[in-house]
């Protein structure tokens, strides 16, 4: 699998030994935004402190490029709990800027 690109806003999540690319394609928020519901209120908690782990881990799930069929969504929720929320920052950073900017 290839490293994340910056320039497309792309970020790495760790789920086990594999490193996975996350990228905020229009597709994958707005199927993130169809289970979370408005975007924008997501970043609005994420700045309060109050973005829960299972949004966390959906927004990841849905912004998983080339998702290999044997990962699960169970799987990147326990990656986020097993690698720590400092450990998923930077990523969730890179998304939200994301969102908030655009390409």
Known sequence: MSAANGLRGEAELRVGEAVHVLRPSFAALVAAEAELGPLFALVERAAEGRLGLGELATLFWH?????????????????VVAGGLAAVTPALRVLLGQILQGR
């Open 63 to 79: 912004c998983l490029r080339d998702r290999p069929t044997a990962l699960t969504r169970e799987a990147v929720g326990e990656a």
